[in-house]
């Protein structure tokens, strides 16, 4: 198989190549045909000269690469997969030399931008743009060119004999590229595609692309990327480009339906299984290991979407404390925030003494939505915490963000880690910190991103279960919302329930005082959390909790604390509608979904009625009158026809639609009297 790249042998097009096409088929005879440029690379692919392509498309430092969606579509080539591959970047030259041999750096210019910092250490030396990273340091070797250096990876150091004079010379380690597999044919269609390409144009007026997205949210389609793109010839006029995923391929096929209904027009690049994002490979000082396939067992199985990740119960690790209410469940108390010794000391002397709860929760870390308030006492914190556990006895749990969050709570000997939902919502984080816990005995929870994703919750356990950890717990925190509730951050029932079902042997705890925000809801929401079947509870608790540095409306004193946990029901045998909890449990599901289709039939009520007053304007500005009879008698027999393919009543359809006219009347009635 013939795969055309742009670059040379030892370039990070080669690894993530042989990376992709090793993991889609048996990795034997394939041979690379090196292109000096992107249109060159897809030139090769239409005029069949190669199979197939791996090509660049994005990077978390440089951006998305637009000419490259351009190509795609004047050589009409489809995507049929995708690969990341972390990016490492060194100073590369013959040996026996030191950077202040160095007079010139020659690399590809997607390279130069990922390291300005680092040159700007060094003045003297002189930057060049090339085609190719690795074919610099392939030309320095051939032509023993001394005070040259290029910018490449381990691979093509390996390849081309180079002496490395700096490594990881990046602006920033988090650098990553993803690339496309390119090919003349569309994938076939296959349910286990979960993600797709493509290019949207809409009609250039007020709301039409919005009115399109829209119909990505009815349809549960989750956008992982859009990119305005200029039409050649068409002065200010954009294509829109989006790359979105799916739990249901139905989900898919009907948002497409729907989308072209709307749009001018639609080219659909390719539907695709998400690319594997295990970067581990490419951190190899060796090329055998950077350019090695992907093993499939490397990662968690997938099975009609359970995901089989093994579990060390939380039983055998948190010992059972004397006044807890059940043994059947995890309670965690303790501060927000860990504000100063004696606050933190005296909270935990009196949570231990309800003797309800083995661990203490105590943030150190406090990354705040607003920059310039309290972002916590950091490391210092963590030595109060261990006091405090020498002390008390208690487990200690920290929020941790960050690989070096991970490293200084081992130091300071804290128990349990948990990754907060800011960090859930981003994998790169969530790897980082699965990279760290390796190895380790520590237990990991971790809560839902702020966002309804279920995938990416998902998604954060198989990282730090990749990583070797047994001890995980996941907790339901809410889910961040625009509108204005009377909660913090609404619970959201049905995806937690749905977590449950995808993975039901791992625990999951709930968190009522983030969800809430308010501590005289705490009880209402624990409660219900227990009768729907979680396991346990997470619970902030502060000594004068009115005197609190953060978030203090949800937290509650210990005493207050020890009065709430006993007057909870644990473990009920029914629920007000007399059902056992499974069952109570699929009711709570439904319950939800009606409660989001009623948002969801509100919001587009109100954007009903906003276009309505729009056309009471244009008819009171120009003299026509308010009933249109004939128009009426027309929207009837349509709204009617279509009521009845979707199999509601007449009846039900015609009330409901009279009434709304009544009030676009007087809604009209009431313009045209001004």
Request: glycine share 8%; proline share 4%.
């Amino acid at each position: 198989m013939k795969i055309a790249i742009q670059g040379i042998a030892g370039s990070f097009h080669d690894i993530a190549a042989r990376r992709y096409y090793g993991m889609h088929g048996d990795g034997t005879g394939i041979e690379l045909l090196e292109c000096d440029t992107f249109h060159d690379l897809c030139q090769a692919v239409q005029n069949q000269s190669a199979d197939a392509a791996m090509m660049a498309i994005e990077n978390t430092i440089a951006g998305s690469i637009l000419s490259n969606y351009a190509l795609l579509d004047t050589h009409q080539l489809f995507i049929t997969g995708e690969a990341y591959v972390q990016i490492q970047h060194h100073l590369l030259a013959l040996s026996g030399q030191t950077i202040q041999d160095i007079k010139t750096v020659q690399a590809h210019p997607m390279a130069l931008l990922q390291c300005t910092d680092f040159f700007r250490k060094y003045p003297h030396i002189h930057v060049e743009e090339a085609n190719d990273t690795a074919a610099v340091a392939k030309k320095i070797r051939d032509e023993s060119l001394k005070g040259v250096a290029a910018i490449a990876g381990y691979a093509a150091a390996e390849l081309y004999g180079m002496g490395i004079l700096a490594e990881r010379i990046e602006n920033n380690t988090k650098n990553y590229t993803r690339f496309l597999a390119i090919s003349r044919t569309p994938n076939f269609t296959s349910k286990d595609h979960n993600k797709a390409s493509l290019s949207l144009r809409v009609s250039h007026t007020s709301g039409t692309l919005a009115e399109a997205l829209i119909v990505l949210k009815h349809n549960h389609i989750n956008l992982t990327k859009i990119q305005s793109i200029p039409i050649v010839g068409l002065p200010y006029e954009y294509s829109i480009h989006i790359d979105m995923t799916w739990e249901d391929y139905t989900d898919y096929e009907h948002a497409i339906q729907e989308l072209g209904k709307q749009a001018l027009e639609i080219r659909i690049f390719g539907v695709y299984k998400e690319g594997e994002k295990n970067l581990e490979l490419t951190a190899q000082k060796s090329y055998a290991k950077v350019i090695e396939k992907t093993q499939p067992t490397a990662k968690a199985k997938s099975d009609g979407g359970k995901v089989d990740i093994e579990i060390d119960h939380w039983k055998n690790w948190v010992p059972k404390a004397p006044n807890a209410p059940s043994e059947d469940y995890l309670l965690i108390a303790g501060p927000c925030s860990a504000e100063t010794e004696p606050q933190l000391l005296q909270t935990a002397r009196d949570i231990a003494a309800l003797g309800k709860t083995s661990i203490l929760r105590a943030g150190v870390w406090k990354p705040r939505t607003r920059a310039g308030g309290f972002e916590g006492m950091g490391t210092t914190a963590l030595a109060w915490l261990k006091r405090v556990k020498e002390e008390t006895g208690l487990m200690i749990g920290v929020e941790v963000a960050t690989g070096q969050h991970v490293e200084e709570c081992l130091q300071y000997g804290m128990d349990i880690v948990w990754i907060g939902a800011r960090t859930t919502g981003n994998p790169f984080s969530v790897q980082e910190i699965a990279d760290a816990v390796r190895g380790t005995n520590l237990a990991v929870m971790v809560k839902n991103p702020i966002s309804p994703d279920l995938e990416l919750w998902i998604g954060a356990m198989e990282r730090v279960s990749l990583a070797g950890i047994k001890k995980l717990v996941a907790i339901h925190r809410g889910f961040g919302t625009q509108e204005k509730t009377e909660l913090r951050n609404p619970p959201a029932w049905s995806i937690p329930m749905q977590f449950r079902a995808r993975l039901p042997h791992i625990p999951m705890i709930n968190d009522p005082s983030h969800i809430t925000g308010r501590r005289d809801k705490l009880a209402e929401i624990a409660q219900k959390s227990l009768d729907l079947g979680m396991n346990g509870l997470i619970i902030e608790s502060h000594l004068d909790p009115d005197n609190a540095w953060t978030d203090a409306k949800q937290q509650i004193t210990p005493k207050v604390l020890g009065e709430m946990l006993d007057g909870l029901t644990w473990r009920p045998e029914s629920n007000d509608d007399g059902l056992a909890t499974e069952e109570y449990t699929k009711l709570e599901i439904l319950r939800s979904s009606i409660d989001r289709l009623d948002n969801e039939f509100l919001e587009l009520l109100a954007s009903r009625m906003n276009v309505v007053r729009e056309i009471g304007e244009y008819k009171q500005q120009n003299g026509l009158e308010v009933l249109q009879e004939a128009r009426w008698k027309d929207l009837m027999e349509k709204r009617l026809s279509v009521g009845g393919k979707l199999n509601l009543g007449d009846t039900f359809i015609k009330d409901m639609f009279d009434r709304l006219h009544t009030e676009s009347l007087e809604t009209q009635s009431s313009i045209h009297s001004k």
